[in-house]
C-alpha cells in the first residue's frame, strides 16, 4: 500500500525555520520524483519544490528560491523541504507528492505551517 506521510509543520515567527518531511512507504523509492505544495483556503495549490530521480535536480518556485532547499536521503525513504526567513503570507498546508516512473502521483495528507508572531 502506497503511503505518503508530511511531518514537522508547526507554528513559527516570522523569519524563523521548519524542515518539513516527506516519507514513503510502498513505492519504489529511487523511481520517485517528489513535489512539495502548499495551498491556503480559497486558493489553489502552490508547486514549492521539485526533486527529481537520481541524479537529483532540485528546482524552486521564485518565491522560495534561496530560502528553502529540498532534498532526499534514499536510503531512509524521506524528502525534506528545510524552510529558511519564512514569511506569514507562507502560512499553509503543505503536501509532498511523489510521481512515479508509470505516471501514477500519490499525495500525502498535508501538515499545517503557520508563521505568525
Known amino acids: 500500500q502506497v503511503r505518503l506521510q508530511e511531518s514537522g509543520g508547526g507554528l513559527v515567527q516570522p523569519g524563523g525555520s521548519l524542515r518539513l518531511s516527506c516519507a514513503v512507504a510502498?513505492?519504489?523509492?529511487?523511481?520517485?520524483?517528489i513535489t512539495w505544495y502548499r495551498q491556503t483556503p480559497g486558493k489553489e495549490r502552490e508547486l514549492v519544490a521539485h526533486?527529481?530521480?537520481?541524479?537529483?535536480?532540485?528546482d524552486y518556485v521564485d518565491s522560495v528560491r534561496g530560502r528553502f532547499t529540498i532534498s532526499r536521503d534514499d536510503a531512509k525513504r524521506i524528502v525534506y523541504l528545510q524552510m529558511n526567513r519564512l514569511q506569514p503570507e507562507e502560512t499553509a498546508v503543505y503536501y509532498c507528492?511523489?510521481?512515479?516512473?508509470?505516471?501514477?502521483?500519490?499525495w500525502g495528507q498535508g501538515t499545517q505551517v503557520t508563521v505568525s508572531l
Open positions: 526533486i527529481t530521480t537520481p541524479p537529483e535536480v532540485a
Open positions: 507528492k511523489a510521481d512515479s516512473m508509470r505516471g501514477d502521483e500519490y
Open positions: 510502498g513505492l519504489t523509492f529511487s523511481d520517485l520524483a
